[in-house]
């Protein structure tokens, strides 16, 4: 009675043999898929930045795998493992092909979940465009563009989409990876006859009047490089600054340097200029030549 069973059994099998192949193929996709995706959705939700984008993405993991499912069940109908093998690498060929673009997209999406080379709020310069980061989606970084229709480090207004699919092959200029501020500068050019230790101090207080609040939440205080000039001795002033901020706190440091510097009476502002000196010509009658 066994027997008759099993020999029943492996008839149906041998009978049916695509059919089988399509339930095993379809079971262990659906296993593949519910372990796969169980540990993705914890991880994207522990670091994307944006519940919708996760969404977004675990409702494409899904088509993607209902595809692959679909498409895997047909083949194994063919009853042969070669040829199940064969028409999967086939397959994944021609969809790697003619998806490279939105696949490499998604792939840069989740280089920039791992990774984290920038977050929502960052200031960064990719392709040569700096900006604000203001979101990250599947398909694109949205920038506030800073720059662009000004000169200088202001936000413009304009917003900026870069493809996700382009970062591979960019560099990434990130502000505030590591923190707020940055180290900043302030040239300034003074005559050789200037008070160097007045100008000094003049600049270093300027800075520290302007950045008070930065120097207590980071300690570094302001200083100075010297270098020579054609027209006179450049003073850098170097000091800690707010990326986001960079422009108006330059700003407010030049406007008391200007004061302060033109109200001095031992440091003076230098600038490029050329002297004429006009002597009269020797004539000849004051060296008569000699006999």
């Known amino acids: 009675m066994i027997d008759s069973t099993a020999d029943?059994?492996?008839?149906?099998?041998?009978?049916?043999?695509?059919?089988?192949?399509?339930?095993?193929?379809?079971?262990?996709?659906?296993?593949?898929?519910?372990v796969i995706t169980s540990v993705l959705r914890?991880?994207?939700?522990?670091?994307?930045?944006?519940?919708?984008?996760?969404?977004?993405?675990?409702m494409l993991w899904r088509y993607v795998w209902m595809a692959i499912a679909v498409i895997f069940a047909l083949v194994s109908f063919s009853g042969s493992l070669a040829s199940l093998g064969l028409s999967a690498a086939f397959l994944g060929m021609v969809l790697g092909w003619s998806l490279q673009a939105p696949v490499t997209g998604i792939a840069a999406?989740?280089?920039?979940?791992?990774?984290?080379?920038?977050?929502?709020?960052?200031r960064i310069i990719i392709s040569g465009?700096?900006?604000?980061?203001?979101?990250?989606?599947?398909?694109?970084?949205?920038?506030?563009?800073?720059?662009?229709?000004?000169?200088?480090?202001?936000?413009?207004?304009?917003g900026v989409l870069i493809p996700n699919a382009t970062l591979f092959a960019q560099i990434i200029h990130n502000y505030?990876?590591?923190?707020?501020?940055l180290l900043d500068e302030?040239?300034?050019?003074?005559?050789?006859?200037?008070d160097l230790e007045h100008a000094e101090q003049i600049m270093l207080?300027?800075?520290?009047?302007?950045?008070?609040?930065?120097?207590?939440?980071?300690g570094e205080q302001p200083f100075t490089r010297l270098e020579l000039g054609d027209s006179g001795l450049r003073i850098r002033l170097r000091f800690q600054t707010l990326a986001t901020d960079r422009q108006?706190?330059?700003?407010?440091?030049?406007?008391?340097?200007?004061?302060?510097i033109g109200a001095a009476e031992d440091v003076e502002f230098a600038y490029p200029h050329s002297e004429i000196l006009h002597r009269p010509k020797p004539s000849l009658e004051s060296h008569p030549a000699e006999a």
């Open 42 to 58: 914890r991880y994207l939700r522990a670091h994307a930045q944006r519940p919708e984008n996760v969404q977004n993405f675990l």
């Open 186 to 194: 302030v040239p300034v050019l003074i005559t050789f006859e200037s």
């Open 248 to 260: 108006r706190i330059t700003s407010e440091i030049v406007r008391i340097l200007f004061r302060e």
């Open 176 to 181: 505030t990876i590591e923190s707020a501020t």
């Open 109 to 122: 999406w989740l280089m920039i979940l791992l990774k984290r080379p920038f977050l929502i709020g960052d």
């Open 129 to 158: 465009i700096t900006g604000d980061v203001s979101d990250i989606t599947l398909t694109h970084v949205h920038l506030n563009q800073v720059g662009g229709t000004v000169s200088g480090e202001e936000r413009s207004g304009r």
């Open 8 to 34: 029943a059994i492996m008839a149906f099998v041998v009978r049916h043999q695509g059919a089988v192949n399509a339930v095993i193929t379809l079971l262990v996709i659906l296993v593949l898929y519910l």
């Open 205 to 218: 207080d300027a800075a520290r009047t302007v950045t008070r609040e930065i120097i207590e939440q980071t």
